[in-house]
């Protein structure tokens, strides 16, 4: 599985898995879970991650709670606007089947059809314990090099592309208060 | 109920025969009246003290045929409320606009055109404002099927069962 690095790549994950700048999509519930873990009871700032306001300068996505089609829109325009390497955490049992919104006109189940996802936490909702513990994983998966979601994202982007057009008709944003 | 609603609503019954208010709960009320009549009884109830339109919400009742539209009517004065109910065929929903009596009706009348279909008639703007590229039939009416439509349209996770599920036959 894990592919054979070279020794720029080993100490570039090894630095990329202990600074994480994390941008956060909160659509759903998830986002509760996210303030204790960020202060001072779990301050999640001790294992090098922290909070970023813009897509562009940060590392990891987080994507707590159920999706819409009109917001998994927005999350492929926020993904694809971060730069590499970049990785997406799911939250909840919401982006990995569902949830309870599973039979929604409106909400997609299956997150990893549309977008890579590295980590799912699951749960409804993660407990901050679990959120850190998921984070411990994913730096553990970053260090190794496994964490390869942005990768395949390039590598599949017709696949990617044709499961989000099915989905969602297109993926440009129509807003009839802007335009 | 009060005094100041008694005369409010003695004030309208003697406009409107046949209407009758009925009691849900302490300042709160509701009344059902025909589509014909209904922009000219807001329109009175406008002038009378409720001037405030919180919400226009629709019901449907598949087994009558018919939806069932509500404007709720909030009266600064007095504290009241009251759900002002009509009801209108199913198959050829059309109601007159509230637009001229409450401008923001604008906004509800057009979500529920999007979620149940009924036309507002005078109403200059029914483009869809929450739903894309949407082409069943709207989705709030019962008939809609919404486990089928997320079926179609959005996969679900394939999961192979490697544990016995509890009480099951297999486990015995």
């Known amino acids: 599985m894990t592919k054979q ?65 009109k917001t998994l829109r927005r999350v492929v325009y926020t993904y694809e606007q971060m730069q ?40 409804c909702m993660p407990r901050p314990e679990a959120i850190v513990t998921g984070f411990k994983k994913l730096m553990e998966k970053i260090d190794k090099g496994e964490a390869d979601g942005w990768k395949r994202y390039q590598e599949n982007y017709e696949w990617y592309k044709k499961n989000q057009l099915d989905a969602l008709g297109e993926v440009y944003i129509h807003d009839e208060f802007h335009e | 109920m009060n005094s100041m609603n008694k005369k409010i609503f003695n004030e309208i019954k003697a406009i409107f025969k046949n209407i009758e208010f009925t009691d849900i709960d302490e300042r709160k009320y509701s009344v059902i009246i025909p589509k014909e009549k209904a922009v000219s009884f807001l329109e009175t109830l406008k002038r009378k003290g ?3 339109m919180s919400l226009i919400t629709c019901i449907d009742w598949i087994a009558e045929k018919e939806f069932e539209i509500v404007y709720t009517l909030f009266n600064w004065e007095t504290g009241t409320t009251l759900m002002v109910k009509t009801r209108v065929d199913r198959d050829n929903p059309i109601l007159p606009t509230v637009m001229e009596i409450w401008p923001t009706a604008k906004y509800y009348e057009r979500d529920i055109h999007e979620f149940f279909g009924v036309k507002f008639e005078g109403n200059p703007d029914l483009r869809p404002l929450i739903l894309e590229k949407w082409e069943e039939i709207p989705p709030m009416r019962k008939d809609f099927d919404s486990a089928k439509y997320s079926k179609e349209h959005f996969p679900d996770r394939a999961y192979d069962v490697d544990f016995l599920l509890e009480g099951s036959e297999s486990n015995e």
């Open chain 2, 50 to 52: 409720f001037s405030h």
């Open chain 1, 84 to 123: 590499a390497p970049k990785y997406i955490v799911g939250f909840g049992s919401c982006t990995l089947n569902g949830g309870i919104y599973y039979d929604s006109y409106a909400t997609i189940n299956k997150l990893d059809l549309y977008i890579p996802v590295d980590l799912y936490l699951a749960g």
């Open chain 1, 5 to 69: 690095q070279s020794a720029w790549e080993k100490v570039a994950n090894m630095l990329r898995a202990r600074s994480l700048w994390m941008l956060y999509y909160c659509t759903g519930c998830g986002a509760i879970e996210l303030p204790p873990t960020m202060t001072s009871r779990f301050d999640m700032e001790r294992f090098g991650i922290g909070p970023m306001a813009t897509p562009r300068q940060a590392d990891i996505l987080l994507i707590t709670g159920y999706l819409s089609t």
